[in-house]
């Protein structure tokens, strides 16, 4: 069973460029969350998707969104990258059992801003 | 709103030494409570949880307690091996659609 994979695995930028991440999730799960990890920091919730919405979303500007598709598949986009934006994205999926959720991380995706 | 401290590092260990890395968190209402542990160049692995007051989680060797209390949940394991020397995070989820809020990480290198 492959677990949560995400492309590409490393990405180069220019400050003003726009980056499209991508995530596979676990199979089964139906609901992908994005997180942020800037370098020596825990990770930063960005958004969650479910049913192909935006089902809640943390302290991130409007130049990152995302996207889900009807296989479960997601896109975090971000927009006029900033230096700041360097960092590890981590993609998480999950699903309700037992009334609770289990997130699995993918390996992420490092992208660097120059 | 809620957040989660971790001891900062690194924590350096001969093997076969035992391990305490502290964390504390503040949360509204009653939130689960996660180990995860993040290898060189890998992603986060969840290493253990506890979603109740007095719950503890264990595996690997690693165990931790849920103490409402003191609002603790501090990562312990009897005898370390070189093999567990990684970044450790401290996490919290206050139920809904459980994304989680981490701490800063604890790098964890292990001597043979």
């Known amino acids: 069973d492959a677990g949560v994979t995400q492309s590409p695995t490393h990405l180069i930028k220019t400050r003003g460029q726009q980056v499209t991440l991508r995530c596979s999730p676990k199979?089964?799960?139906?609901?992908v969350s994005w997180y942020q990890q800037a370098l020596g920091q825990g990770p930063q919730f960005i958004f969650q998707y479910y049913e192909e919405e935006e089902r809640q979303r943390g302290n991130f500007p409007d130049r990152f969104s995302g996207h889900q598709f009807p296989n479960y598949s997601s896109e975090l986009n971000v927009n006029a990258l900033l230096l700041g934006d360097s960092a590890l994205y981590l993609c998480a999926s999950s699903f309700r059992k037992d009334g609770s959720y289990e997130q699995y991380f993918g390996p992420g995706t490092r992208l660097t801003v120059t | 709103g809620n957040s989660v401290t971790q001891m900062e590092g690194p924590v350096t260990l001969s093997e076969e030494a035992f391990l305490t890395i502290n964390c504390t968190y503040t949360?509204?209402?009653?939130?689960?409570l996660f180990w995860y542990v993040q290898y060189p160049g890998e992603g986060l692995q969840l290493l253990l949880k506890a979603t109740k007051a007095d719950d503890k989680g264990s595996n690997k060797g690693f165990e931790a307690t849920y103490r409402k209390e003191t609002t603790s949940f501090h990562l312990e394991k009897g005898s370390v091996q070189v093999s567990d020397s990684a970044v450790y995070f401290c996490?919290?989820?206050?139920?809904?659609?459980?994304?989680?809020?981490f701490g800063k990480g604890t790098m964890l290198l292990v001597s043979p």
């Open positions: 199979s089964g799960h139906d609901t």
């Open positions: 949360a509204t209402g009653y939130p689960s």
């Open positions: 996490a919290l989820s206050d139920g809904g659609y459980s994304t989680l809020t």
